[in-house]
Antibody, heavy 122, light 107 residues
C-alpha cells in the first residue's frame, strides 16, 4: 500500500523559507511514471495546487506562485521536497503531498499524505 | 486560469436520499480531466471520481459522475451516514484548480 508522509517545521517566520519533505513508502518514486505533488489548504483560499515533479526531476508549478516555489526530488531517499520562499501569513495552511497521475494516466491525486499544518508567524 | 464554481454551498439531506452536486467551469474542461473528492474533518481529500465518470479504487457504486463542457455533476444515489462530508471538484486539463466545495450535511 502506497503511503506518503509530510515532515517539516510547523512554524515559519514571515519573509523566511518554508521547507517540507514528503517521504514515500510502499513503492519507489524512481520506478513509477507518476508525478508527485504539493497541495495546500487554507480557510481563505481552499485547496490550491502548488506544483508537481516527475522522478526525472522535471517540475511544474502553479503560475500564481511560480517564482516562490521550488520542488525537488531525491530518488535515493524516496522523497520529494517543497520550498516556498518569502512567506507571509497568507501562506499559513495545511500542506499535503500526493501522487499525481493527472498528466500520465488521467488519474489525479489518488494517494495523499495526512497533511501538516504550517503557520507563518513571528 | 479555469475557475470552478460549486453549488449549492451547503446541501441538507437525510440518509437514504439522493444528492446532486454541481460544478460549473469558467471555460470548457475536457471530460478526461474532471475529478471529484470527498473530505471529512481532519482528513486529506479522498479521490472519488476521475475523468468525469470513472470511480476510483474501492469507491462504492452509489457515487457517479457525469457532465461535459462546463457543467459537471456528482450524484450520490442513496446517502449513507458516512457520506456526509465536504465535496470538491477539480479540473486538471489546464493546470490544476479546485472548486470551493459543497458541504453535505445531515438534515
Amino acid at each position: 500500500q502506497l503511503q506518503l508522509q509530510e515532515s517539516g517545521p510547523g512554524l515559519v517566520k514571515p519573509s523566511e523559507t518554508l521547507s517540507l519533505t514528503c517521504t514515500v513508502s510502499g513503492d519507489s518514486i524512481s520506478s513509477t511514471n507518476y508525478y508527485w505533488a504539493w497541495i495546500r489548504q487554507s480557510p481563505g483560499k481552499g485547496l490550491e495546487w502548488l506544483g508537481s515533479i516527475h522522478n526525472s526531476g522535471s517540475p511544474l508549478y502553479n503560475p500564481s506562485l511560480n517564482s516562490r516555489v521550488t520542488i525537488s526530488v531525491d530518488t535515493s531517499k524516496n522523497h520529494f521536497s517543497l520550498k516556498l520562499s518569502s512567506v507571509t501569513a497568507a501562506d499559513t495552511a495545511v500542506y499535503y503531498c500526493a501522487r499525481d497521475g493527472g498528466l500520465v494516466a488521467t488519474v489525479p491525486f489518488d494517494y495523499w499524505g495526512q497533511g501538516t499544518l504550517v503557520s507563518v508567524s513571528s | 486560469e479555469i475557475v470552478l464554481t460549486q453549488s449549492p454551498g451547503t446541501l441538507s439531506l437525510s440518509p437514504g436520499e439522493r444528492a446532486t452536486l454541481s460544478c460549473r467551469a469558467s471555460q470548457s474542461v475536457s471530460s478526461s480531466y474532471l475529478a471529484w473528492y470527498q473530505q471529512k474533518p481532519g482528513q486529506a481529500p479522498r479521490l472519488l471520481i476521475y475523468g468525469t465518470s470513472n470511480r476510483a479504487t474501492a469507491i462504492p457504486d452509489r457515487f457517479s459522475g457525469s457532465g461535459s463542457g462546463t457543467d459537471f455533476t456528482l450524484t450520490i444515489s442513496r446517502l449513507e451516514p458516512e457520506d456526509f462530508a465536504v465535496y470538491y471538484c477539480q479540473q486538471y486539463g489546464s493546470s490544476y484548480t479546485f472548486g470551493q466545495g459543497t458541504k453535505l450535511e445531515i438534515k
